[in-house]
């Protein structure tokens, strides 16, 4: 179970009790108060019922308080009034710049345009961008970025994973076991190809070695759901031999825990070695069911993560 470091800063749970109750931001004091109550015999789960907000919040501002200190959970100052939309004398952040009406619509221009010329074949009406726009927007619909649908999605399958994450995330909630997130993420060695200052007329180049598509580094991530924390180890590749170091390095660290790992279909992780590996270690394995796109309810088991895609989405 996590508890409070707060000898780490030098501090004791009375001081937090007074941070609670001294602190000008409403956040800020709701989130001492919550660390304040862990101290007194309690957990990040039940002070997250009694808050009604949800255990992984509370256990991320457990984890930036023991990692990175009081400061590190504290909310900004609201603004004064007459300063809205003004930077702060001495402070750190600077102004925010908002895309204006027009940068916005001129992404949609190109298309507005080839509309005009539809239009004007197909009914021999003659009429401007605006008007399309216009009537466009009558229509109820809206210019927006189009997003992949996955063939190979299965609703059944994905409500069926659903209802088996719920419950490992609230024994993982619980201490009853560990849930891990595991993905790998494969950087090709070579030039990166980013935006940049350059003549107009002219290409901006890149120079690259031309490497070859072997020469890659993977990189295994596991998210540790019950710790709010992060691991990155870096291989030459990803296979099945790797992928039960990984097992084992994880096994390792946590020799008497009931471990439960979650990942994807990989070719590697599917492997028989890796199954055999796994079963060795007494590590439960869950594989994911086949992609879908879920919009705002994607997967949380990692803070913003959008590659799983079958939870509720929870604001933080």
């Keep these: 179970m996590l508890r409070v470091d707060h000898a780490r800063w030098d501090q004791t749970p009375a001081d937090l009790r007074e941070l609670a109750m001294r602190a000008s931001h409403p956040r800020t004091r709701e989130r001492f108060l919550a660390l304040y109550e862990i101290t007194q015999e309690s957990c990040?789960?039940?002070?997250?019922?009694?808050?009604?907000?949800?255990?992984?919040?509370?256990?991320?501002?457990?984890?930036?308080?023991?990692?990175?200190?009081?400061?590190?959970i504290s909310a900004p100052a609201p603004p004064l009034p007459g300063d809205r939309g003004q930077p702060r004398r001495n402070s750190p952040c600077r102004p925010t710049l908002r895309r204006g009406p027009a940068c916005s619509r001129s992404r949609s221009g190109a298309a507005l345009r080839r509309l005009v010329g539809w239009v004007g074949e197909r009914f021999g009406q003659t009429c401007c961008r605006e008007t399309i726009r216009a009537a466009l927007h009558r229509l109820g619909l809206s210019w927006k970025k189009a997003k992949k649908l996955l063939g190979r999605a299965n609703p059944e399958r994905r409500q069926a994973f659903v209802e088996q994450?719920?419950?490992?995330?609230?024994?993982?909630?619980?201490?009853?076991?560990?849930?891990?997130?595991?993905?790998?993420?494969?950087?090709?060695q070579d030039a990166d190809l980013g935006y940049g200052w350059s003549e107009r007329g002219q290409r901006l180049w890149i120079a690259?070695?031309?490497?070859?598509?072997?020469?890659?580094?993977?990189?295994?991530?596991?998210?540790?759901?019950n710790e709010g924390a992060v691991r990155f180890w870096p291989y030459g590749c990803a296979n099945g031999e790797h992928t039960v170091d990984?097992?084992?390095?994880?096994?390792?660290?946590?020799?008497?825990?009931?471990?439960i790992v979650v990942w994807d279909g990989a070719p590697y992780h599917r492997a028989c070695m890796v199954r055999e590996a796994a079963a060795a270690l007494s590590i439960d394995l869950v594989p994911l069911p086949a992609y879908i796109h879920a919009g705002r309810s994607a997967l949380a088991l990692a803070p913003g993560g959008c590659h799983l895609s079958s939870l509720p989405f929870h604001r933080r």
């Design 44 to 72: 990040a789960t039940r002070v997250a019922e009694r808050t009604r907000r949800h255990p992984q919040t509370v256990m991320e501002w457990l984890h930036l308080y023991n990692t990175r200190g009081p400061e590190a």
């Design 165 to 188: 994450i719920q419950d490992l995330l609230a024994g993982a909630q619980r201490d009853r076991h560990l849930l891990v997130y595991l993905d790998e993420a494969h950087i090709h």
């Design 208 to 225: 690259s070695h031309s490497p070859r598509l072997s020469d890659k580094l993977s990189f295994y991530g596991l998210y540790l759901y």
């Design 246 to 259: 990984v097992l084992c390095r994880l096994r390792a660290e946590w020799p008497k825990d009931k471990l």
